[in-house]
């Protein structure tokens, strides 16, 4: 072995020491033994107590083990993405069905729809180029996905 790999061994095994030292000795060093949960505080290994600040009350909120939330807490729900079938008929399409083309975001879609409400309905893809925002590259990108009526 050359000397940098000692150097490595040699620090390897001093970082070992001291994680061994750390863990073993009551040092009462802050461990995760407490935690905090909204506006009521809970013991590890405890069951929940009304221990609130503010006088509120946390008796009804029971710990689950399969998914480590509390009944009474609502769950969060998740905002399903519309589902948008391509190609999109580009004269009848909503934001949302617009935002889903390649390289159309929310800002160029109400762009889009704007042209749509001014100029009338878009007969060929010269008519998409007429959208501020919208050039050649983009246009060809938004083809693929696109269905002129």
């Known amino acids: 072995m050359n000397a940098p790999e000692k150097n490595v061994v040699r620090l ?3 970082l070992l020491v ?3 030292i750390v863990r073993v000795l009551p040092w009462g060093l802050p461990s995760i033994e407490s935690f ?3 506006e009521s505080f809970f013991v590890a290994n405890e069951a929940p107590m009304a221990a609130s600040r503010d006088s509120v009350a946390v008796d009804s909120l029971q710990m689950s083990k399969s998914d480590n939330r509390f009944e009474g ?3 969060k729900e998740r905002k399903s ?3 948008v079938n391509l190609p999109v008929h580009i004269n009848s399409a909503s934001i949302d069905e617009l935002c889903a083309l390649n390289g159309v975001g929310p ?3 109400e762009k889009i729809l704007a ?4 100029l009338g309905p878009f007969k060929t893809p ?3 180029q007429k959208v501020p925002g919208i050039g050649k590259k983009k246009m060809e990108k938004l083809l693929l996905g696109v269905i002129f009526d």
Do not use: F, Q
Request: glycine share 8%; hydrophobic share 40%; aromatic share 0%.
């Open 12 to 14: 390897a095994l001093c």
């Open 18 to 20: 001291i994680g061994i």
């Open 36 to 38: 905090e949960v909204g």
């Open 73 to 75: 807490e609502p769950k």
């Open 81 to 83: 993405a519309k589902k």
């Open 107 to 109: 800002k160029l879609a």
């Open 115 to 118: 042209t749509r409400n001014a």
């Open 126 to 128: 010269e008519d998409l």
